[in-house]
């Protein structure tokens, strides 16, 4: 009996069984290797779109600098830490949340003798950083906004953001969205974004970008106290541009509708001619009931040279219709914060020169001058980078502001005034 026992079970179990194989046989085999192969990446694709992505990161600015005057009799000289921090949450084909905040911290500063003003300037630390608190720092929230994507189609971005909005280097015409210009001496954009929603639209080869500007909704008196709420349907501001591919180049029209303020309507193009990268713009104020129509315009180009591209050739030329030749009104300007040396005047223009691979890899110079030409003043800068390993990236720059006291880029620092500046810039 013991012997007969284990193939009678056998074969009992087989029977039963037989009925479950011939289930299975009418569907798909669960031990096919290209089933379970497909099992697993669909798993796998399910985890993915449910993983969240998460991107720490910024840039570090250290700044120290020392600005005298020919007779070397005085001097002011600050040192700087500032940067931006960033943390920035994706969920894969769904959207992402984004914030940024930028920060600084006085070091140091000292002045001597027939001292240069300290407050307001086109060069480093001593001449943009006000006496402050060197135990304090001060923070700024740079851009928070969530993204969205819907089908591919639309992206939509929600919040506090900055916008790229033109193709010029140093003047931007058409960039009348956000708040502030680029500083072209910064190595770092350290701006604060504006408020609002935007919608990136494809539209064949063609983008649409819209923007809704909702900076004005909430507003604070200039003499302190409660914020107002105001109708967003008075205060809020419609952006809107439309880049579009023509014979190889890029076009684009811009404009911005505003209840409150002048609207605004803009064209800018950028392309290849002769070898040469170039790019223009134009932008216009429209007429209002109290406001004249003004207008600005700029135009560039640039180019690398010889085998290797070492070299490489920069200009650009700008009119500013809402510009003055009158250098008594800048302190009243200075007064209100208002001014710019690169937008107090009328007529500027920008030439550089510049050689990477100087000698050794990751050594570069740059020759650059900025001026006025409403008021003759002007800024020459040379400086020269080093981007070695073992070494922090860091550039040295001697700057020369001249053309008469009391200009565009002599106001702040006197006239024939010098600035040594060194810049750490790290990233992390």
Known sequence: ????????????????????????????DVFDSGSFDQSVQQSRQQEQKAKLETQFGGNLLYDTSVTTVPALDGYGAAGS???????????????????????????????????????????????????GDLYGA?????????????????????????????????????????????????PLDLRVGKPGI??????????????ADLSRTVASPAGGGSSVVNDPAKTAALAGRWDVP???????????????????????????????DVYGELAAALPTATDALTWSTSAGLQRDLGDLKYWHLAGEVYYN?????????YAGLAASEAFDPFYVGKWYAYVSAGRSHLFVDGVSTTLA?????????????????????????????????????????????????????LQVVVEF
């Not at 219709?321 to 009104?329: E, K």
């Open 369 to 421: 001058a900025f001026t006025d030409l409403s008021d003759g003043s002007f800024l020459a800068r040379v400086s020269t980078s080093l981007a070695v390993p073992g070494v922090p990236p860091l550039s040295v720059a001697l700057s020369w502001a001249g053309g008469g006291a009391g200009k565009a880029f002599t106001y702040v620092t006197g006239n024939n005034s010098l600035t040594a500046d």
């Open 321 to 329: 219709g809402s510009g003055t030749a009158d250098i008594s009104s």
């Open 198 to 211: 935007r919608a990136t639209v494809p539209v064949g080869t063609s983008t649409l970008f819209l923007f």
């Open 1 to 28: 009996m013991r012997r007969c026992g284990w193939p009678a079970a056998a074969v009992v179990v087989l029977a039963l069984a037989a009925p479950v194989v011939r289930a299975d046989d009418a569907g798909p």
């Open 246 to 276: 023509v014979a190889g180049a890029e076009v684009a029209v811009s404009g911005l509708a505003s209840a409150v303020g002048q609207s605004r309507a803009g064209l800018d193009a950028s392309g290849r001619l002769l070898g040469f």
């Open 81 to 131: 830490f500032s940067g931006k921090a960033f943390v920035k949450v994706t969920v894969p084909d769904t959207g992402a949340l984004y914030l940024a905040y930028n920060f600084s911290k006085n070091l140091y500063q000292g002045a001597a003798g027939s001292v240069p003003g300290t407050s307001l300037g086109p060069g480093g630390p001593a001449l943009s950083q006000p006496a």
């Open 138 to 186: 001060s923070y700024a929230l740079a851009e928070f906004y969530a993204s969205l994507d819907i089908a591919h189609a639309v992206f939509f971005r929600i919040g506090n953001q900055l916008l790229a909005w033109g193709p010029s280097v140093i003047w931007t015409p058409v960039d009348f969205v956000n708040l502030e210009h680029v500083n072209p001496l910064s």
